[in-house]
């Protein structure tokens, strides 16, 4: 506690900055200054010990869980300093202009530890009430001595948390010193949009209206008072990407929340999706235009329970004079006549939307529907042929269909990739590599050679149409349709010539992955063998399935559960790891019973779960902690484990049995399968109690829950014991000990996944088979992620532990 440095590095005759006093009222205040010296930063300052702690955070605090800001010990700051704005002179220290970009209160996550001994060890784990900055966060010491004044300041994945790209300077408006604006972007109020569903036939209905289908991009926009947030579907910034729409945006003289597409209309006003991928406002050439077709938010109030034509009234007085915003306009209930015109246009279909229907934010709805050109087809994608640009993965993809049980040729299609999706494309055909044709095609590749695969990827194309000789006329890629394919072992059966060679057993490549490359070996190594299932089929569905199972492993040790020879040969667990490559992080844990540390493994990326899958990780064991606080679990858990004699209609009544205690100490609790026989039960804490306080906690939910179905369960662990009950398990609520991960694949017959379900879901009927390798990828590509609220916010013992005394 000292003001020593701060003083020596200011002359106050010349700074306005306040002067060096010690305040002792210790009212755990904060402020966020964003500081305009020689390099733009911004400062963060913890009131503690008298002062304010003091870090600066060159890119700016993030609500971003995958950010790790860096932060920068300096110099303690006297308490006056949380209101301080103006321009410090140049000559001065730190010669810049200041002003406040966020400010409030926080407070320790853990009230019984003391937050000045937490600075002390180098990890505060602390929760902001600001207006900009809210929930927890981490802020944690570099242990390497050479960096002892760096730290990390990390967002943790609350309810205020945001998977956005996140950038605090699109939070920041500049003001005049000794003022900082009040009304700052609510974050909480970016959406997920209203789907549309598939439709078989059009129609026409005089509740419905009909809107054109623009082949774009899904865009929202939050705007606040001239201050604009554009970001797509799946909540990436798009500020950048559409900077036109974005600073147009700008003068909308309301705060609203707007959902529309953004387009690219060529010469002849039609959308051109593919110069879309790759826009640049220098080069590109055509029109950009934001068609904004609803209004889910207007000046302080929410629409989305108005009826769909009253928003959209509210929506056209709101959308006049702009150059690259347009309303989307509508015709009433003639369907069939809108969606001919359309494909007159050459425009991709139209939506029906019922004319009185809410908006359903994140939902897949029937009161929405696309209706779209018949001339967009599903192929299987047959093989590839060489490009002579060596900077292009491959020139076209070979295509064929299924015909009379046959696997017929339909033509070659070069365009509408994008590098990206080139670079994906490549990696995913090094698993599937054949020397054998699958069909005989010479005179129609002109010279070109051929690379086959073996026809397993299905992807989605449009072309304008049928030649006599039934070949596809100007295909263009549209997309991998990542939940269709075609099961490995059935690719043998549907070509029409031969049986394609297989992969040889000692088979070995690398697969790149985000510039990383991945070994792989073995990839027709037979995993499933009831099933036909091999270790492709493993990691393609982790590939498909990363970005859902990754926040549940990302920082927590991981046990590895090693199945190399697949279901039918030995297993065996791992944690400590040697020789590992250089990309995959670990983390050393000291072990009582090895009497030394053992090197777990972090599963961070896509690239490193991959690696646990070649390695024979058909199931994931990670941690119930993170790395950050070891001995504080992130949710604790209710095993249902039945016995032999228990089918699983007990066991999904047992499940609603806890749900029903759950209810009534005003809990909310998650639940999935467990991908075997039993269901999985997670209480959110928040990392806010130990191991052996979850453990105590769950053990007097499963007194409540025994007391419900004292003839089904049993909380004795002795399986001589329990008998034809179904075991309560609360002891998996231990330090080290593992449960198997939300979309973890099962060493089982079926490859069944461990799948998070909704409550409603658990009925008579219902089966573990339902849910895996194959119909999971699926599920989730038309429903939010159900899991997410187990890393939220944490129960609060206390108030919990009284509502149940009162029942």
Known sequence: MSLEEYRKKRHFKDTPEPEDIIDNDNKFRFVIQRHRASHLHYDLRLEMQGVLKSWAVPKGPSMNPKDKRLAVHTEDHPVAYLTFEGVIPTGNYGAGKMSIWDEGHYENLYPDNDVTSDYASGKLKIVFHGDKIKGIFTLVRSTSMNKKNQWLFIKHADEFATDMNYNAEDFNLEVSANTHEQDALNLKSMVKPMLASPGTKIFNDKNWIYELKYDGYRVLANINSGQVELYSRNGISLNEKFKLIHDELGGVEHTAILDGEVVLLDAKGLPRFNALQNYSVTSTKGVLVYYVFDLLHLNGHDTIDLPLLDRKELLKTLIEDFQHIMYCDHVDAMGITVFEQALAMGMEGVIAKKADSTYDPNLRSSNWLKFKNIEDTEVIICGYTLSKNKARKFASLILGMVEEENLVYVGTCGSGFTEKQMTELYNKFELLKTDTPIFQIGEHLKGRKAVWLRPKLVCEVKFSEWTPNNIMRHPV?????????????????????????????????????????????????????????????????????????????????????????????????????????????????????????????????????????????????????????????????????????????????????????????????????????????????????????????????????????????????????RGPKIYLDYLQNRKGQTIVSAYSVRPVKQATVSTPLDWSELKLGVKVSDFNINSVPERVSNQKDLFKGILGKGINMDAVIDQLMKL
């Open 477 to 721: 890629f549209l997309r991998l349709r990542e939940d269709k394919s075609i099961p490995f072992h059935q690719t043998d059966e549907i070509i029409s010539e031969q049986p394609v060679k297989k992969i040889s057993s000692d088979s070995e490549f690398t697969l790149e992955v985000d510039q990383i490359k991945v070994p792989i070996t073995n990839p027709d190594k037979m995993y499933w063998p009831e099933a036909k299932l091999t270790k492709y089929d493993l990691l393609d569905y982790y590939i498909k399935m990363s970005d859902y199972i990754l926040p549940y492993l990302k920082d927590r040790p991981e046990s590895l559960h090693r199945h190399p020879n697949g279901i039918q040969g030995d297993s065996f667990y791992q944690k400590d790891h040697e020789n590992l490559p250089t990309w995959i992080d670990t983390v050393a844990i000291a072990s009582k019973s090895s009497e030394k540390e053992l090197n777990y493994l972090l599963c961070q990326n896509q690239a490193t779960l991959i690696y646990m899958n070649n390695l024979g990780c058909i199931e994931l064991h990670p941690w119930h902690s993170t790395l950050y606080q070891l001995d504080r679990p992130d949710y604790a858990i209710i095993d249902l484990d039945p016995s032999t004699d228990n089918t699983f209609e007990q066991v999904i009544e047992t499940a609603l049995a806890t749900k029903a205690v759950l209810d009534d100490a005003k809990i909310k609790g998650f639940c999935k399968t467990s991908g075997a026989s039993g269901i999985h039960i997670y209480i959110p804490m928040g990392g806010m109690y130990t191991y052996e306080e979850a453990r105590d906690f769950t053990k007097l939910l499963c007194v409540y829950i025994h007391e419900q179905l004292p003839e089904l369960t049993t909380m004795e662990r002795s399986l001589k014991k």
